[in-house]
């Protein structure tokens, strides 16, 4: 049965920025702990029909947490509502509404699928019509592109303290049936990956040894991947403004700017703004939270939505939270 709660969002704060500017005085989260509306692994945020998808809710009910299932955040309405019971033994991450809003892909890095859900004409996803099993050693996949020549590009990796140079992996993942999934590349610990506007490019994060990156691919006809090239690195001594301790999460391209937005976690903050053309960090912006994990943006791109753990609450800790700004 669905539910209704209701919920308020946390503000963010814009700073414009230089690559050295330090971050103001961060809001105070709206969402107080005893809410429970989402638990601490929240993850996947994804713009749906006005609502922000993300794993991990707690059920309406019960109020046991769900980390097999998503909830929907109506974002004028300020209400939640449990979007989909999954898998009994999913633990999902990544979300992605593909096809035309009429696909709803859900990444499982546990057990190493991607669940397939297609979108009915009233907007309700049914159980998954394909469950595609990708064979990595690592967490793959844990995040998830849009569509690409008829499939999509996952990344993960092997969740470290320090990052190793063959922790991550990069998978292209046909949705044909009985289509088989590439591994294209393996890298340091992987996490956020996107495809640019023109979907010529792909954007991945990369870990090793504590220095956080950007890199980029181009994107063949056949789906492969060549021309690697480093966009941004956010190594302390480059990039004053970031420290090793600090790590990369969801990362997505703007619809508008093409920019690139990339979850700053790990006592990052925040959310920063990258120009994928020359590497400049735009700005950075200033999140109610220590551990953002993923982002999205409205169709138009004005509104940047993104969720993590609520303040400073440790792994596996506290409560989900949800914070919006205007861009």
């Given at each position: 049965?669905?539910?209704?709660?209701?919920?308020?969002?946390?503000?963010l704060?814009?700073i414009?920025?230089?690559?050295?500017?330090?971050?103001d005085?961060?809001?105070?989260?709206?969402?107080k702990?005893?809410?429970?509306l989402?638990?601490?692994?929240?993850?996947?945020?994804?713009?749906?029909?006005g609502?922000?998808?993300?794993?991990?809710?707690?059920?309406?009910?019960?109020?046991?947490?769900?980390?097999?299932?998503?909830?929907?955040?109506?974002?004028?309405?300020?209400?939640?509502?449990?979007?989909l019971?999954?898998d009994p033994?999913?633990?999902?991450?990544?979300?992605?509404i593909?096809?035309?809003?009429?696909?709803l892909?859900?990444?499982?890095?546990?057990?190493?699928v991607?669940?397939?859900?297609?979108?009915?004409?009233d907007?309700?996803?049914?159980?998954?019509?394909?469950?595609?099993?990708?064979?990595?050693?690592?967490?793959?996949?844990?995040?998830v592109t849009?569509t690409?020549?008829?499939?999509?590009?996952?990344?993960?990796?092997?969740?470290?303290?320090v990052?190793a140079?063959k922790?991550?992996e990069v998978?292209?993942v046909?949705?044909?049936?009985?289509?088989?999934?590439?591994?294209?590349?393996?890298?340091?610990?992987?996490n956020?990956?996107?495809?640019?506007k023109?979907?010529?490019?792909l954007?991945?994060?990369?870990?090793?040894?504590q220095?956080?990156?950007?890199?980029?691919?181009q994107?063949?006809?056949?789906g492969?991947?060549?021309?690697?090239?480093?966009?941004?690195?956010?190594?302390?001594?480059i990039?004053?403004?970031?420290?090793?301790d600090s790590?990369?999460?969801?990362?997505?391209?703007h619809?508008?700017?093409?920019?690139?937005f990339?979850?700053?976690?790990?006592n990052?903050?925040?959310?920063?703004?990258v120009n994928?053309?020359?590497g400049?960090?735009?700005?950075?912006?200033?999140v109610?939270?220590?551990?953002?994990?993923?982002l999205?943006?409205s169709?138009?791109?004005?509104?940047?939505?993104?969720?993590?753990?609520?303040?400073?609450?440790?792994?596996?800790?506290?409560?989900?939270?949800?914070?919006?700004?205007?861009?």
């Amino acid at each position: 049965m669905l539910s209704t709660i209701y919920y308020l969002l946390g503000a963010l704060t814009l700073i414009k920025s230089s690559a050295s500017a330090q971050l103001d005085t961060l809001p105070t989260p709206v969402v107080k702990a005893d809410q429970k509306l989402f638990g601490p692994f929240i993850e996947g945020a994804t713009f749906f029909n006005g609502s922000i998808l993300a794993v991990d809710p707690f059920d309406p009910t019960s109020k046991a947490e769900l980390k097999n299932s998503i909830g929907a955040v109506d974002i004028k309405a300020g209400a939640t509502r449990l979007f989909l019971r999954g898998d009994p033994q999913a633990q999902l991450n990544g979300l992605r509404i593909v096809d035309g809003g009429t696909k709803l892909l859900a990444a499982d890095p546990a057990k190493h699928v991607l669940f397939v859900h297609q979108i009915t004409s009233d907007g309700v996803a049914a159980q998954p019509s394909s469950v595609i099993s990708i064979p990595s050693s690592v967490g793959v996949p844990n995040d998830v592109t849009d569509t690409a020549g008829g499939g999509v590009y996952v990344s993960g990796g092997k969740f470290q303290p320090v990052g190793a140079a063959k922790d991550g992996e990069v998978w292209f993942v046909p949705l044909a049936d009985r289509a088989q999934p590439v591994k294209l590349l393996t890298l340091g610990r992987t996490n956020g990956i996107a495809l640019s506007k023109d979907k010529k490019t792909l954007f991945v994060t990369e870990n090793v040894a504590q220095r956080n990156k950007i890199q980029s691919f181009q994107v063949q006809t056949d789906g492969s991947l060549e021309n690697q090239k480093l966009v941004v690195d956010f190594d302390p001594a480059i990039n004053k403004g970031f420290t090793a301790d600090s790590d990369l999460d969801g990362l997505r391209v703007h619809p508008v700017s093409g920019n690139l937005f990339v979850a700053h976690t790990g006592n990052g903050k925040s959310v920063v703004e990258v120009n994928p053309t020359d590497g400049k960090i735009v700005r950075t912006i200033g999140v109610s939270m220590n551990n953002p994990t993923n982002l999205d943006f409205s169709p138009a791109g004005d509104k940047l939505f993104v969720v993590g753990r609520c303040g400073n609450a440790a792994f596996g800790q506290g409560n989900g939270c949800l914070d919006v700004a205007s861009l």
